[in-house]
């Protein structure tokens, strides 16, 4: 019933999506603006933007990989502010057409109930900015979290006398001005990028007065993406 993709007799079948092949006009214009975007915006971060875009284009067949016996490192972007590394985490909702029902603060997921939920509504890719205190060593959610990223299951509970399992069906995209987790076993399941140089201010205005409202035109990507792995699976 969650939107996304998931592996059915063999084959990476879509689930309560719409699998459409963009026109080439589409693709171009979506490819480069990502070429733009590295070339000229992240081009400080270049091998960074390189390694999130990957990501990005994989996380939502990570459920895929778990039914198939392996698992994707969830992706945590740290350092300090006007960095770029939250507006990268939104592009990855971009290329999959995805809004800001897909961004979410520590507060959501706090406890294993709305851990659960979250990463029980899709296959797709959620962004949490500031997990905060959820991800310190003797947080109740460490092993919660661990747990997400490498099973199938994140947690279960009993619902009306009768025992309900809910699915780690999404990848979490964490954003943070602080230090990464300080859990060693987290650790080694994230990916860490650090974001060190800030952008100048008249570089962010001009990025959100001109380039931010294109981020739109990379769903293309996604488009071609979910279009060739299911046709060709």
């Known amino acids: 019933e969650s939107p996304g993709f998931y592996l059915l007799n063999g084959k990476i079948e879509p689930s309560r999506i719409e699998i459409r092949k963009p026109s080439k006009e589409e693709l171009e214009e979506a490819l480069v603006l990502l070429n733009d975007l590295a070339q000229k915006w ?26 198939k016996g392996t698992w994707v490192r969830w992706l945590y972007l740290y350092g300090t502010s006007k960095t770029g590394k939250t507006t ?22 706090d406890n294993i109930a709305r851990l659960g939920y979250v990463l029980s509504q899709g296959t797709f890719p959620i962004v949490v900015n500031e997990p905060g205190d959820v991800i310190k060593r003797e947080s109740p959610l460490i ?16 619902r009306h006398g009768n025992y309900t399992e809910y699915p780690a069906l999404g990848m979490l995209v964490f954003t ?7 859990d060693d076993a987290l650790l080694r399941r994230l990916i860490l990028i650090h974001f060190v140089e800030p952008l ?23 488009d ?3 279009y060739a792995v299911v046709n060709n699976n």
Do not use: C
């Open 88 to 109: 990268l985490a939104e592009m990855i909702l971009s290329i999959w057409g995805l809004d800001s029902i897909y961004i979410k603060t520590g507060a959501n997921i």
């Open 42 to 67: 992240f081009m400080h971060v270049k091998e960074k933007f390189a390694v999130i875009v990957k990501w990005g284009i994989v996380s939502p067949f990570g459920y895929v990989y778990k039914q």
């Open 176 to 182: 943070s001005n602080r230090r990464y987790p300080d």
């Open 224 to 226: 071609f993406v979910a």
């Open 200 to 222: 100048e201010d008249d570089k962010v205005k001009e990025f959100d007065k001109t380039v931010r409202k294109q981020f739109k035109k990379l769903k293309a990507l996604g």
């Open 143 to 158: 092993d919660p979290i661990k747990n997400a990223i490498d099973q199938k299951v994140v947690r279960g509970a009993y």
